[in-house]
């Protein structure tokens, strides 16, 4: 069976595969990062003792925040799938490596591109001499 797209066929089952994988994943632990954040806080009303809940719940939040953009980046990716699109940089329209799509299969953009993105838009006058883009970086883009 082959289809007239820019991926072949396997590599549409594969990226397939481990979207749907993924967006179990993320099903998974939003519903449990759901339940682990307590009602009560909705309740607090004096800031005080909001303030002495928030460090925690704030790291809950911002979890559900990260996990609910992952779930929207791995719906967008699966919708570029079906377009003939999935695997594909939608800065260059190269082809997204294979290593980088396992690591984070809802990416949108190749290495290269990522690279650019995250550069600041002076890049070209720092781009000497500078270090590379730390991992952590990265690590927060996921
Ligand atoms: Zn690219």
Redesign the pocket.
């Known amino acids: 069976m082959r289809r007239r797209h820019r991926i072949d066929q396997a590599r549409y089952d594969r990226l397939k595969r481990m979207l749907v994988d993924r967006e179990r994943d993320v099903v998974v632990r939003l519903r449990a990062l759901r339940r682990s954040l307590p009602n009560e806080w909705a309740e607090l009303r004096d800031p005080e003792e909001r303030g002495s809940h928030r460090c925690a719940e704030e790291v809950d939040f911002a979890l559900v925040e990260m996990t609910s953009a992952t779930a929207t980046r791995i719906h967008e990716a699966l919708a570029r799938l079906d377009r003939g699109a999935g695997g594909t940089?939608?800065?260059?329209?190269?082809a997204?490596g294979t290593r980088r799509l396992r690591a984070l299969p809802f990416t949108d953009?190749?290495?290269?591109?990522?690279q650019?993105r995250e550069a600041p838009a002076a890049g070209a006058s720092t781009a000497f001499g500078r270090p590379a883009p730390r991992p952590a970086r990265v690590a927060r883009e996921v």
């Open positions: 940089c939608v800065d260059c329209g190269g997204i953009c190749c290495l290269a591109c990522q650019r």
